[in-house]
């Protein structure tokens, strides 16, 4: 079975910080993770290729070189070959171009069973990429994947939404977005660590490697503007009550009468 997993370079965002002045992110300094659930997707690659005993794992990503890195993290996991989709010409680019831009390089990738997304990331936490990558190449998908299962060509997918379950069958190929909850991801050995960087090679391949259509790429292929980007800021200043929940009504009631807030 062979399997891409899309993988995206993201801010730690327990850290991301934003310049009040000009409303951008703060990069300088920020340390750059893989996005949590696209270690999910591995992951679940990973088993999903052990349980066939054939065929590869490829992992993709669209980005900066820096995002390399990334895709090292994803080598030192288990998987076989890395891709890096790397071009100043796709700077700009919203979920719409960024799925364009992917859909086009798994073309050119060609073989694939099974395409697996994280379900949303950490920064832009839109959830659109695979959807849409799965519109792009015209394949069946299901998202927020807790369980896959594979027969032959068929696909079993269970997500649970809230008290609802849903369970959908599809045939491969097909595109599936992950939950976080599907498995855990492991722990890299060392000498894993050091095979990926030493033995593993990262390809990158440009706008000129890919067979794009101009308009679709970039600033110019995205219909979404970012009008503006703000901190909240906060007028009012809250209380903390530090009491066993059970004594803290009446705390809180005070609290309320003494700013009538509320009249008995
Ligand atoms: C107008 C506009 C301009 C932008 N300009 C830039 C810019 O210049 N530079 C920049 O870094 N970002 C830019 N962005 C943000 C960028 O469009 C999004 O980060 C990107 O499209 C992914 O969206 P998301 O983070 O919501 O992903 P989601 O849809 O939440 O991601 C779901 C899954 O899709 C896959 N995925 C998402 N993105 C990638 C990727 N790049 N490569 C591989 N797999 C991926 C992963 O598996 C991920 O778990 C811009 C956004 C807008 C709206």
Same mark, same amino acid.
């Given at each position: 079975m062979n399997i891409i997993v899309t993988v995206k370079q993201v801010p730690d965002t327990h850290e991301v910080k934003i310049d009040p002045k000009t409303g951008a992110l703060i990069?300088? @300094?920020?340390? +750059?993770?893989?996005?949590?659930?696209d270690k999910n997707a591995i992951e679940?690659?990973?088993?999903?290729?052990? +349980? +066939? *005993? *054939?065929?590869e794992v490829t992992v993709l990503s669209m980005g900066p070189l820096q995002a390399e890195s990334t895709l090292r993290e994803a080598l030192s996991m288990g998987v076989d070959r890395a891709i890096l989709v790397s071009d100043r010409a796709f700077a700009g680019a919203d979920t719409l171009a960024t799925s364009y831009t992917l859909s086009m390089a798994i073309k050119k990738i060609e073989r694939y069973d099974l395409i697996l997304c994280g379900s949303q990331t950490i920064d832009g936490e839109t959830g659109q990429v695979g959807p849409q990558l799965a519109e792009w190449l015209d394949l069946p998908q299901a998202t927020h994947a807790e369980e896959i299962n594979i027969q032959g060509n068929l696909v079993t997918v269970k997500s649970n939404f809230d008290s609802v379950t849903r369970v959908m069958e599809m045939k491969t190929p097909a595109l599936i977005t992950v939950s976080n909850?599907?498995?855990?991801p492991r722990y890299k050995h060392m000498n894993k660590v050091l095979r990926a960087y030493r033995d593993k090679a990262v390809v990158t391949w440009s706008k000129? *490697?890919?067979k794009l259509n101009p308009i679709r790429i970039g600033l110019n292929g995205s219909p979404t503007w970012v009008r503006k980007t703000f901190v909240h800021s906060h007028s009012r *200043? @809250?209380?903390?009550?530090?009491?066993?929940a059970a004594n803290c009504a009446e705390d809180i009631l005070d609290f309320i009468l003494e700013k009538a807030l509320l009249k008995l």
């Amino acid at each position: 079975m062979n399997i891409i997993v899309t993988v995206k370079q993201v801010p730690d965002t327990h850290e991301v910080k934003i310049d009040p002045k000009t409303g951008a992110l703060i990069r300088e @300094g920020v340390p +750059s993770i893989i996005n949590p659930e696209d270690k999910n997707a591995i992951e679940e690659a990973l088993r999903l290729k052990k +349980s +066939s *005993d *054939d065929g590869e794992v490829t992992v993709l990503s669209m980005g900066p070189l820096q995002a390399e890195s990334t895709l090292r993290e994803a080598l030192s996991m288990g998987v076989d070959r890395a891709i890096l989709v790397s071009d100043r010409a796709f700077a700009g680019a919203d979920t719409l171009a960024t799925s364009y831009t992917l859909s086009m390089a798994i073309k050119k990738i060609e073989r694939y069973d099974l395409i697996l997304c994280g379900s949303q990331t950490i920064d832009g936490e839109t959830g659109q990429v695979g959807p849409q990558l799965a519109e792009w190449l015209d394949l069946p998908q299901a998202t927020h994947a807790e369980e896959i299962n594979i027969q032959g060509n068929l696909v079993t997918v269970k997500s649970n939404f809230d008290s609802v379950t849903r369970v959908m069958e599809m045939k491969t190929p097909a595109l599936i977005t992950v939950s976080n909850r599907i498995n855990k991801p492991r722990y890299k050995h060392m000498n894993k660590v050091l095979r990926a960087y030493r033995d593993k090679a990262v390809v990158t391949w440009s706008k000129e *490697d890919l067979k794009l259509n101009p308009i679709r790429i970039g600033l110019n292929g995205s219909p979404t503007w970012v009008r503006k980007t703000f901190v909240h800021s906060h007028s009012r *200043d @809250g209380i903390v009550v530090e009491k066993p929940a059970a004594n803290c009504a009446e705390d809180i009631l005070d609290f309320i009468l003494e700013k009538a807030l509320l009249k008995l």
